[in-house]
Nanobody
Framework: QVQLVESGGGSVQVGGSLRLSCVYS????????MGWFRQAPGKEREGVAS????????LFDDSVKGRFTIYRDAANNILRLQMNNVKAEDTAMYYC?????????????????WGQGTQVTVSS
């Protein structure tokens, strides 16, 4: 019902910034919560940030609080993840997701639509 396409990934040095974008289309009214997840080699996919589309307050994993910001550019149908002061452990494939939940959550099983991912590599 919802199509998601991520972009903006790339290589960045420790302490730098990067902005990821997720262009969404389809029936977003049925997918009221959106989020960003990441998966590093050998690790499980984990929630990074989530946003209820009718709210301005996002939910963040402790590992990125104060460094990342999630927000929605509603006019252009884009969910963004602003990554500041990146760390080596931020290196991962980042996925955009959407689900019908009313309220943000970092539980991956709450999401039903997924993008194909964009790679972020943080180097020193």
């Amino acid at each position: 019902q919802v199509q998601l396409v991520e972009s903006g990934g790339g290589s960045v040095q420790v302490g730098g910034s990067l902005r990821l974008s997720c262009v969404y289309s389809g029936d977003v009214r049925s997918r009221t919560t959106m989020g960003w997840f990441r998966q590093a080699p050998g690790k499980e996919r984990e929630g990074v940030a989530s946003l209820y589309i009718y709210s301005v307050n996002g939910l963040f994993d402790d590992s990125v609080k104060g460094r990342f910001t999630i927000y929605r550019d509603a006019a252009n149908n884009i969910l963004r993840l602003q990554m500041n002061n990146v760390k080596a452990e931020d290196t991962a494939m980042y996925y955009c997701a959407a689900g019908p939940r009313i309220g943000p959550t970092l539980r991956k099983d709450a999401y039903t639509s997924w993008g194909q991912g964009t790679q972020v590599t943080v180097s020193s």
